[in-house]
């Protein structure tokens, strides 16, 4: 009997949907995602506590273990897309070793980048929800819904980047004490708070175009934009403004919002240039090209 319902569709394909129908779909949708995003946000959040927790042992121990989370997410295995934006942030908490005052400067770009993490958390689901719907909407044939999709996340995370700036310009003086006792470190993570805002609100768009990218199929452009922003324009910009102007760990974050900027706005050229219709039929060509006839395949 239960296998019955289950079988049924919880939402008729006519008709008026109630509430109730839709609680019970949302529900039942809920019980498989909710163990998958338990793990996740747990393994967010592992690394966060465990920088905070060795904060307040002091400004050393802090700096070091900054240096070896960094470290160790450099030399793991990932996708090269992603890699090459993860990794030009773990580069800039290493550069920081190399600054006048390497404890205090690892210690507050590992804090900026431990809370930049969490933060990228929704922009990171709209960005693989964007990628899932365009590459839907494109293979079944409709290429206005595909760009209907992209316009309201591109409005989503925007909305989200403005309300996680706000909260973090407006808690810059207190976020430190999460992670170090030391008043230095504290003064200086208020300081580049406004910095992480901007890279945030950055990152959050650029976040969504890449899975606009990678859902039309773009994924050369896409691999190409992160290692012509961040390794051609974002780090050596943020180097030069480190130890050439000596501004330390600001120039070295001011290089990743530069970046940013690049990437966003190449991406965001692109995909205002897209030709819809065009894409459509190159994904309705991929799918039914793909298929091999019966009479072939016996």
Request: proline share 3%.
């Amino acid at each position: 009997m239960e296998r019955e319902e289950q079988k049924q569709p919880l939402i008729p394909k006519e008709g008026v949907t109630s509430r109730e129908e839709i609680f019970t779909e949302v529900k039942k949708q809920l019980c498989l995602a909710g163990p998958i995003v338990s793990v996740n946000l747990l393994l967010c959040f592992l690394q966060m506590i465990s920088v905070m927790f060795v904060g307040h042992l002091g400004e050393l121990p802090l700096a070091g273990a900054s240096m070896a989370t960094s470290f160790a997410s450099v030399t793991g295995f990932s996708l090269m897309v992603i890699n090459l934006e993860i990794w030009s942030f773990e580069m800039m908490v290493l550069l920081s070793g190399l600054l006048p005052n390497p404890k205090l400067e690892t210690s507050v770009l590992s804090i900026c980048l431990n809370t930049c993490s969490v933060v990228y958390m929704i922009p990171l689901g709209l960005s693989g929800a964007t990628s899932i719907r365009v590459s839907n909407e494109l293979g079944a044939g409709r290429p206005q819904a595909a760009r209907l999709a992209v316009c309201v996340v591109v409005c989503l995370v925007v909305t989200e980047g403005i309300i996680a700036g706000a909260v973090l310009i407006l808690g810059r003086h207190v976020w430190g004490y999460c992670y170090s006792k030391e008043e230095k470190v504290v003064r200086y993570v208020g300081q580049m708070m406004i910095l992480l805002a901007a890279s945030h609100w950055l990152d959050g768009l650029q976040s969504v175009l890449s899975g606009t990218a990678r859902g039309c199929g773009w994924q050369k452009i896409g691999a190409f934009a992160n290692l012509g922003a961040y390794y051609l324009i974002g780090i050596p910009v943020g180097i030069t403004l480190a130890f050439v102007y000596h501004i330390g760990g600001k120039g070295l974050w001011t290089g990743i919002v530069v970046a940013l900027f690049a990437q966003a706005s190449f991406l965001a050229i692109i995909t205002l240039c897209t030709n819809w219709e065009k894409e459509a039929k190159k994904s309705s060509d991929r799918v039914y090209g793909s298929i091999i006839p019966v009479e072939a395949s016996s």
